[in-house]
Each structure stands twice: as structure tokens, then as C-alpha cells.
């Protein structure tokens, strides 16, 4: 059973870095084509796709964001980490860290973590 | 970029009722990579629909999935109270690797 858990600060001020935590299991992000990712839900851009990592350490993000975001994952390969720099009211909302399924021709993600909600605030 | 528009941004119906939501692309893409999710209010978003038309592991039946090009819709046969809840339309691929459509809402009537 895959199941994802998201932890992290529920309040940061403006110009401080997030940093989340995505505790897994039920998988293995050793295993060919598996992914971690993180998607946020934030009142002026709905669902956002934020970045991924895959098995073989490759790392994606979204463009907008490119330059704000890490993803890394530990080497007990149980954790995946976001962070991002420069927190900004606009970026208060619920985070999702999400597993996108091994087979290459599988686009989506087939398991979500329940979210953690982060506010910027001063 | 591919840009998601959902449609209606809100739908009322009653159980027993049949749903169709839209998600419309931009422009067009080759590829069948749209899923759909349905999300309750403090719970964990959930797969219903991969690859068009796909329905995910324990996805009812009463869930569809069909379209192609620029137009992508999710019907749901027959309404159960359960079902009332926000649902996404998503794409891959592009330079924004993962994008999402805003949400339509399905609410009681």
C-alpha cells in the first residue's frame, strides 16, 4: 500500500525558504521509472504542479518556478525534500507531494499525500 | 504551454442526475496524457481517469472518460452523493511538464 506524508512548517514570513518533507512507503524510488513529486493548491493558481524526482536522481521543475525550488531525496531513499527560497504571501496554500507510477508511459499520479497547508505571513 | 480551461466553473445537479464536465485544451496535442481527479474538502486529491479514458484501480464504473484533440470530458452516469466534490482535468508534457485545468466544482442542487 503507497502511502505519502507531507511535514513541514505550517507558517514562514515572507522572504524565508520552506522547507517539506515527503515521508513515503509501500514503494521504492529505486525501482526504473518511479517518481516523487510535489503539486500545491494556492487560491490565485488552483492546482500547480511544482517539481519531480525520478529513480535515477533526474529532477524537473516548473518553469516560473525553476530558480526558487530544490527537490532532492535522502539516501535512505524514504524522503523527498522540497524546498523553495524566497517565500511570498502568494505562495500560501496546501502542498501535495504526489508518486507518479513506474511504467514510462504512465503521465499522471496515481497516489497523493493528504497535503500540509503553509501560510506566508509577516 | 497548454493551458487547461475547465468548464462550468460550478454545476448543480441532484443525485441520480448525469454530470459532463469539460476540459479544453489550448491547442491540440498528439498524445492521450489527460487525467482526471476528484478532490474532497480536507482530503487527499484521488485518480479517477488516466490517459483519456482509463479509469484508475476502484474508479466506479458510473466514471468516463473520453475525448481527443482539444476537447476532453469526464461524465459521470449517474450521480451518488459521494460524488459531489471538486474535480481537475490534467495534461502532461510541454514545457510545464504537469499542467492542470482550474477545477470545476459539483455541488447539490
Known amino acids: 500500500q503507497i502511502t505519502l506524508k507531507e511535514s513541514g512548517p505550517t507558517l514562514v514570513k515572507p522572504t524565508q525558504t520552506l522547507t517539506l518533507t515527503c515521508t513515503f512507503s509501500g514503494f521504492s524510488l529505486s525501482t526504473p521509472g518511479v517518481g516523487v513529486g510535489w503539486v500545491r493548491q494556492t487560491p490565485g493558481k488552483a492546482m500547480e504542479w511544482l517539481a519531480l524526482i525520478y529513480w535515477d536522481d533526474d529532477k524537473r521543475y516548473t518553469p516560473s518556478l525553476k530558480n526558487r525550488l530544490t527537490i532532492t531525496k535522502d539516501t535512505s531513499e524514504t524522503q523527498v525534500v522540497l524546498r523553495m527560497t524566497n517565500m511570498d504571501p502568494v505562495d500560501t496554500g496546501a502542498y501535495y507531494c504526489?508518486?507518479?507510477?513506474?511504467?514510462?508511459?504512465?503521465?499522471?499520479?496515481?497516489?497523493w499525500g493528504q497535503g500540509t497547508l503553509v501560510a506566508v505571513s509577516s | 504551454e497548454i493551458v487547461l480551461t475547465q468548464s462550468p466553473g460550478t454545476l448543480s445537479l441532484s443525485p441520480g442526475e448525469r454530470a459532463t464536465l469539460s476540459c479544453r485544451a489550448s491547442?491540440?496535442?498528439?498524445?492521450?496524457?489527460i487525467a482526471w481527479y476528484q478532490h474532497k474538502p480536507g482530503q487527499a486529491p484521488s485518480l479517477l481517469i488516466y490517459d483519456t479514458s482509463s479509469r484508475a484501480a476502484g474508479t466506479p464504473a458510473r466514471f468516463s472518460g473520453s475525448g481527443s484533440g482539444t476537447d476532453f470530458t469526464l461524465t459521470i452516469s449517474r450521480l451518488e452523493p459521494e460524488d459531489f466534490a471538486v474535480y481537475y482535468c490534467q495534461h502532461y508534457g510541454g514545457s510545464i511538464l504537469y499542467s492542470f485545468g482550474q477545477g470545476t466544482k459539483l455541488e447539490v442542487k
Open positions: 504526489v508518486h507518479r507510477p513506474a511504467v514510462a508511459t504512465l503521465k499522471h499520479f496515481d497516489y
Open positions: 491547442h491540440s496535442f498528439r498524445n492521450s496524457y
